[in-house]
């Protein structure tokens, strides 16, 4: 396995040792500093971070396909909450989103067709309103029993063009 590793990761591995090599230790604790979550997409295009003018040890960054509020999502904001520091959520979905773009049924054929894999019996949560399903992912994390009445959850579109971030009314 770490001959795999070797082979196949090559260039992460090289990467890696680039990275130690200038790597200083800023003692963080692994709290968010500035008590922010984001949710976001797991679209390479987006730097979490720099959008919202913070760096490492500032905010909890958790991405999926589509930034979905889902149970694990949900999950990990209770732990966030109670234990790393977190009072304040912004739920980050973008522009060209390839969750925005189609159906759910869409999705699962182009992957049959082009990898003869049927993945119907997983819900990808694709969203034919990006809007509508911020206000629903928001209005879930209200809403959660476990979550504290005092965090504040907000939504903004994450312009992958622009780089703008368009609050949204949820």
């Not at 390479?44 to 999926?64: C, E, H, Q, T, Y």
């Not at 990808?124 to 928001?138: C, E, G, S």
């Amino acid at each position: 396995m770490v001959e795999f590793l070797k082979s196949e990761f090559a260039d992460v591995l090289e990467a890696n040792s680039k990275f130690v090599a200038s790597f200083k230790d800023e003692h963080l604790t692994g709290t968010a500093r500035k008590g922010l979550a984001i949710v976001t997409c797991m679209d390479s295009r987006i730097n979490p971070l720099a959008v919202v003018g913070m760096k490492a040890g500032d905010a909890k960054i958790l991405r999926n396909a589509g930034a979905r509020v889902t149970d694990d999502v949900l999950r990990t904001l209770v732990l966030a909450t109670y234990l790393l520091s977190v009072d304040r959520v912004l739920v980050m979905p973008h522009t060209d989103c390839r969750m925005a773009s189609g159906d759910e049924e869409s999705i699962h054929r182009s992957i049959e067709d082009r990898h003869g894999v049927d993945t119907r019996a997983i819900e990808f949560r694709v969203v034919t309103d990006q809007r509508a399903a911020l206000t629903a992912d928001v209005a879930s994390i209200r809403a959660h029993s476990f979550l504290p009445r005092t965090l504040k959850v907000a939504g903004a579109i994450y312009d992958v063009k622009t780089g703008r971030l368009e609050p949204i009314d949820c």
